[in-house]
């Protein structure tokens, strides 16, 4: 079962406070949800995220998630993340959406121990490594980074 991006995104920086990783910029926290998609597809043969993450210039990038954190700049993500309506009303608070799946709790934990410690930069530069999905698709094309391209993905442990 695919979950909501902002249900992961919320139990990944729950985790990030309590492994104490206070970086976690927008661009950061893309590059670690591409890479927990990554691997999650990899382990289980399933999708994590119920999305499509696109080439852009920096990497792989989520456009709802571009767009939720886009305020932040390159700054800390200081809040979990909620839907709103166009009248500023939350329509839905995804912290309760994600299920305690021990499974993806470990799976993320293991993301954090293994790229937490990374700057949003080493992050994006590793995800354009020869090999990747990013630039075996062509780079910054802004072409969908497909599900077949994740299972050939070269990011993971």
Same mark, same amino acid.
């Given at each position: 079962? /695919?979950?909501? %991006?902002?249900? @992961? %995104? ?6 990030? +406070?309590?492994?104490? @990783? ?8 893309? +590059? ?6 990554? $691997?999650? #597809? ?13 080439? $852009? ?11 939720? =954190? ?6 800390? %993500? *200081? ?20 299920? +305690? ?5 470990? =799976?993320?934990?293991? #993301?954090?121990? %293994? ?11 590793? *995800?354009?490594?020869?090999? *990747? /999905? $990013? ?10 980074? *497909? ?6 993905? +070269?990011?993971?442990?």
């Amino acid at each position: 079962m /695919a979950y909501p %991006v902002n249900a @992961i %995104v919320n139990t990944l920086l729950d985790m990030a +406070k309590d492994k104490h @990783i206070s970086d976690m910029t927008p661009m950061k926290i893309q +590059k670690l949800i591409y890479l927990a998609q990554v $691997w999650y #597809i990899k382990i289980t043969k399933e999708e994590l995220i119920d999305e499509s993450f696109y080439r $852009w210039t920096y990497g792989p990038v989520l456009p709802s998630l571009y767009h939720n =954190l886009k305020g932040y700049g390159s700054y800390p %993500v *200081t809040n979990k993340l909620i839907r709103m309506d166009l009248q500023g009303n939350i329509i839905e608070d995804y912290i309760s959406d994600l299920p +305690k799946d021990q499974k993806i709790h470990a =799976l993320l934990n293991e #993301i954090l121990n %293994v790229y937490g410690n990374k700057t949003a930069s080493q992050l994006s530069n590793l *995800t354009h490594q020869e090999g *990747t /999905a $990013w630039t075996e698709g062509g780079g910054d094309n802004e072409s969908i980074i *497909t599900r077949k391209d994740m299972e050939n993905e +070269k990011l993971y442990k």
